[in-house]
């Protein structure tokens, strides 16, 4: 009887034990699917990772649809991480088992992503059939459209995600930077006015507006829209660029410098915010500061010809051009077309002694852009007819 007992004991000790280890399991199987659905980053791609390697959940078998959305979950967790072509094939994955219009859209901002426009717009074609209803899709769509040029198509597209949808803020946002591509500022800016209305604290919205006031010459409205769109996001560093180029070209170099100063703290990696300090220090004679701040975008960003061409020029004036001229020689090498580096060359080598090469260069500068008075003035000047 003892043993009976004790065989009793040990069958019950073991019972547990699978029962504590199933329950065990079931948690880890829950925890998989929340960080597959619900998790960010690694969490996200180890759990659905682990969904589709064992097929199952909870202990059981999943589903095939279940299945699928572990797949596009696994995809949305590698398009986060920027990883497009992973995330691309997943989604080919879940359109092959189940052929969603969800996928398509999915696997078109993949493409969107990585610039193949073309085949993100044709994965776009496909979810819309699937789904005429689907805004989305029309949304993305329209953005391809767009990086392709394509204005009126895209504008086609962002009517009719709003007409869908007449609260989607994107849209409007979107279909109103068409527009300003397209020099249609007013219809821009009514699109602007829409998005803030109804959402009124949308810091890109009051830029974006701000932008298109810039364009139209209306710098106080545009002042207005940035320092609006600061306050809201302070961290803003566009909104401070353009403000600053606005006070910049009012000559009101101070605050200029102020605002390029703030973009560099929140960024220090910006550029073009060292560019244009760089263009407010020369107009103030601070000619040493303006070619620090080039030096530093230069560095950043060795590839743009306005930036050796300003360079040159701020040493030119700084009465040093011999040091400019290697600058002015690379502007040209890098923009061969450019009448402005042209015009800085013969500006250099004239005051360096070499009156032929100045005039060379003053003619190319003329053939490139006959209506600017300078290179005529300047041929003038050396006795030339331009």
Same mark, same amino acid.
């Given at each position: 009887?003892?043993?009976?007992?004790?065989?009793?004991?040990?069958?019950?000790?073991?019972?547990?034990?699978?029962?504590?280890?199933?329950?065990?399991?079931?948690?880890? /199987?829950?925890?998989?699917?929340?960080?597959?659905?619900?998790?960010?980053?690694?969490?996200?791609?180890?759990?659905?990772?682990?969904?589709?390697?064992?097929?199952?959940?909870?202990?059981?078998?999943?589903?095939?649809?279940?299945?699928?959305?572990?797949?596009?979950?696994?995809?949305?967790?590698?398009s986060k991480k920027?990883?497009?072509?992973?995330?691309?094939?997943?989604?080919?994955?879940? =359109?092959?088992?189940?052929?969603?219009?969800?996928?398509?859209?999915?696997?078109? =901002?993949?493409?969107?992503?990585?610039?193949?426009?073309?085949?993100?717009?044709?994965?776009?074609?496909?979810?819309?059939?699937?789904?005429?209803?689907?805004?989305?899709?029309?949304?993305?769509?329209?953005?391809?459209? /767009?990086?392709?040029?394509?204005?009126?198509?895209?504008?086609?597209?962002?009517?009719?995600?709003?007409?869908?949808?007449?609260?989607?803020?994107?849209?409007?946002?979107?279909?109103?930077?068409?527009?300003?591509?397209?020099?249609?500022?007013?219809?821009?800016?009514?699109?602007?006015?829409?998005?803030i209305k109804l959402?009124?604290?949308?810091?890109?919205?009051?830029?974006?507006?701000?932008?298109?006031?810039?364009?139209?010459?209306?710098?106080?409205?545009?002042?207005?829209?940035?320092?609006?769109?600061?306050?809201?996001?302070?961290?803003?560093?566009?909104?401070?660029?353009?403000?600053?180029?606005?006070?910049?070209?009012?000559?009101?170099?101070?605050?200029?410098?102020? $605002?390029?100063?703030?973009?560099?703290?929140?960024?220090?990696?910006? $550029?073009?915010?060292?560019?244009?300090?760089?263009?407010a220090y020369e107009?103030?004679?601070?000619?040493?500061?303006?070619?620090?701040?080039?030096?530093?975008?230069?560095?950043?960003?060795?590839?743009?010809?306005?930036?050796?061409?300003?360079?040159?020029?701020?040493?030119?004036?700084?009465?040093?051009?011999?040091?400019?001229?290697?600058?002015?020689?690379?502007?040209?090498?890098?923009?061969?077309?450019?009448?402005?580096?042209?015009?800085?060359?013969?500006?250099?080598?004239?005051?360096?002694?070499?009156?032929?090469?100045?005039?060379?260069?003053?003619?190319?500068?003329?053939?490139?852009?006959?209506?600017?008075?300078?290179?005529?003035?300047?041929?003038?000047?050396?006795?030339?007819?331009?």
């Open positions: 009887m003892t043993r009976l007992l004790h065989a009793f004991a040990l069958a019950a000790l073991i019972l547990l034990a699978v029962l504590s280890f199933d329950a065990r399991l079931a948690v880890v /199987r829950a925890d998989d699917k929340a960080d597959c659905t619900k998790g960010s980053g690694d969490f996200q791609l180890r759990g659905c990772s682990r969904i589709i390697k064992s097929g199952r959940l909870y202990g059981k078998p999943s589903s095939r649809k279940k299945l699928t959305v572990t797949y596009y979950a696994r995809g949305i967790a590698y920027g990883q497009y072509d992973s995330s691309g094939r997943l989604y080919g994955k879940t =359109i092959r088992k189940e052929n969603l219009a969800v996928d398509y859209y999915a696997r078109g =901002i993949a493409y969107s992503k990585k610039g193949q426009f073309d085949r993100a717009i044709a994965d776009y074609d496909k979810a819309i059939k699937l789904n005429p209803k689907f805004g989305n899709a029309y949304y993305n769509r329209g953005f391809a459209y /767009r990086k392709k040029g394509q204005f009126d198509r895209a504008i086609a597209d962002y009517d009719k995600a709003i007409s869908l949808n007449p609260k989607y803020v994107p849209a409007y946002i979107n279909r109103a930077i068409t527009y300003r591509m397209k020099g249609q500022f007013d219809r821009a800016i009514a699109d602007y006015d829409k998005a959402n009124p604290k949308y810091a890109n919205a009051y830029y974006n507006r701000g932008n298109v006031y810039d364009g139209k010459g209306q710098y106080d409205r545009a002042i207005a829209d940035y320092d609006k769109a600061i306050s809201l996001s302070p961290k803003h560093v566009p909104a401070y660029i353009n403000r600053g180029n606005i006070y910049k070209n009012k000559s009101d170099y101070d605050r200029a410098i102020a $605002d390029y100063d703030e973009a560099i703290k929140i960024n220090p990696k910006e $550029d073009v915010a060292y560019y244009n300090r760089g263009t107009k103030k004679g601070q000619f040493d500061r303006a070619i620090a701040d080039y030096d530093k975008a230069i560095k950043m960003n060795p590839n743009k010809a306005s930036r050796y061409n300003s360079r040159a020029w701020a040493y030119f004036r700084w009465g040093k051009a011999a040091k400019g001229l290697p600058d002015a020689e690379k502007a040209l090498r890098l923009g061969p077309e450019s009448y402005a580096a042209w015009d800085t060359l013969g500006s250099i080598h004239e005051a360096i002694g070499d009156k032929t090469k100045a005039i060379d260069a003053y003619r190319k500068a003329n053939s490139l852009d006959p209506k600017h008075e300078m290179s005529r003035e300047n041929l003038k000047r050396l006795g030339v007819t331009p």
